[in-house]
């Protein structure tokens, strides 16, 4: 009795052992695969997520956002809820079909004759070579290698001025801007495999809500809890279903209204894991939405802001606080290039202030509130882009491939899924060539357009500066007097797009108080533009291909009132200036009542904008050296104040 008991004993202790072997080991890979952290024990035993070292997968948890409709246009109203879309990318990441000649990329260093940057054609389908990842660093992906395999010389986009103030870029066979269905790729061609995951957003603070004061600054100990570098790309997926018909044109009123309830609703996606920033940014919002009552600047014209109180507080916090990461990853000439004249300068300049700025750049990307992406999109276009292919797509995947290699060698990107990274984008291009990649990231533009995609509470409408001497920025700046401005309203340049044929139908050769014209003659340095522009009133700023023109800033630069026809054009740094304060904004359908219209504003108001332009005027000064409230800074703060409201915990 006492042998069978121990017989039977020993075999229901081995049935239990096995029991909790088989249970314990269920556990560890239904953790080691599900959890967004690579360390079980942590991850078994603690009580949140914390990222930890040997991070391979992260994965987001809640529902897709709702977006709300204001005026039929889309906002995503993230008070409750918010979007987390991973692009969870395999070892192959394929861009287009087998018959797509487009040059490819080649991320693994190849000896070929012909192939010096590393970018080659192939007969074969332009599928990315699998990416051997060991550690942190993916093997034979180095950053000399994120280049094309020739600098494309022949493709005559070199930027040059035809002397009438307008921009003289070959636009290849005039497409257009935005990419068509034909030549985007599909998100399941980007890569092979896509999740998509939602975080939960519990926070809804109305922007002039007036709640008590924060007392003090909450700190985040982040200790030893940094994830290690992670080699899957987290990055949103484009969510077909959440465009909603946007009305034919929203007018700058309507937009000044959209950025205050964005502001109040637009969160961005909740990190992964918190940080000690996190708790800075929240502070700043309070101490911005609480900010004291400014009288009497002297520095700060009051009437041209939305909110020259907040704007002052939010600047200040910027000079405080702010500390922002840049990338030194990526080759040269697409990124780290800044070129300094022309009508796309504005990405240029920016990128050579903020690479060489000492204030506001860390080298502890812990410490930073956002991670600038130095690319350039007009050096992307002029490098990449095959003249008379009609496709973007190795534009596309170029930009891809630099989000995968930034997010396998640092854990930041994956963090927030890009929503505390921006990128500065002059291109008529750039919101269709980053709307796959780098749609969460904070985005400035220069074509800023409401019904191609601009977010607001997130993106920025970046300024269109057409710089003629890269050495003095500043020179010839300012114009006439009032009582001198002999001239109405003025507009020169290329017929491009469909407003200014219209306009030059109407009014050229047709009133001598209306100097209309096409393309100018050729005089040397723009002599003839530039006189027209500091002898006018009033200086017509006409969309071309696409929303932006240069004409808004050039008008502000020789102090002459600008009249923007462009419906549904982003004024630049709408969320501070109130661009119905100093400027004139006329739509499309009434080019044919516009002297008429120019005309029924009286001298006194007249007078009353050209002032606020000469005082609004040193927002949009390019400086070798920036100074305060510079157009420098003013990009920056945008884009700092859009991080503010945006971001939770």
Partial sequence: MGQEFSSFFRFESKRLLWFIGITFATIVAFQYLELPYGNVLLSLFSAGNIPTSGSNKIQGKDPPPVPEAINNVTIFNQGNVTVESSLETDNRTRVSGANDSSPIFDLEPRNQANSSLGLGESNKSPTVEGIEKTGNVSVGWKEENLRPSSYNNSMGLDLLTNHSGEENVSRPEHESASLDANSTPSMTNV?????????????????????KKSNSMKEENEGNTQAKNSATVSMPKENHNSHVAVPEVTTVSEMNKLFLQSHASYRSMRPKWSSGVDQELLWARSEIEHAPIVKNDPDLYGPIYHNVSMFKRSYELMEQMLKVYVYREGARPILHTPFLTGIYASEGWFMKLMEANTRFITNDPKTAHLFYLPFSSRKLEEALY??????????????????????????????????????????????????????????????????????????????????RNGLNPTRDLGGKSPSKRNILAFFAGKMHGYVRPILLQ??????????????????????????????????????????NSPRVVEAIFYECVPVIISDNFVPPFLEALNWETFSVIVLEKDIPNLKSILLSIPQKRYLRLQMRVKKVQKHFLWHKNPVKYDIFHMILHSVWYNRVFSAIT
């Fill in 191 to 211: 890569s092979p495999r896509i999740s998509t995951k939602g975080t939960s957003n519990d926070s809804n603070i109305p922007l002039f809500q007036k709640d």
């Fill in 386 to 467: 095959v003249q008379g292919s009609h496709s973007h797509k190795n534009l596309i995947q170029y930009l891809h491939n630099y989000v995968e290699l930034i997010a396998g060698k640092h854990p930041f990107w994956n963090r927030t899924r890009g929503a505390d990274h921006f990128l500065v984008g002059c291109h008529d291009w750039a919101p269709s060539e980053t709307k796959v990649d780098m749609s969460n990231c904070i985005r400035a533009l220069c074509n800023a357009d409401v019904k191609e995609g601009f977010v607001f509470g997130k993106d920025v409408s970046l300024p269109e500066t057409h710089v």
């Fill in 506 to 547: 109407h009014w050229e050769n047709k009133d001598p108080d209306m100097k209309i014209f096409g393309k100018l003659p050729k005089s040397k340095g723009d002599r003839n533009y530039i006189q027209y522009m500091k002898s006018s009133k009033y200086c017509i700023c006409a969309k071309g291909y696409e929303v």
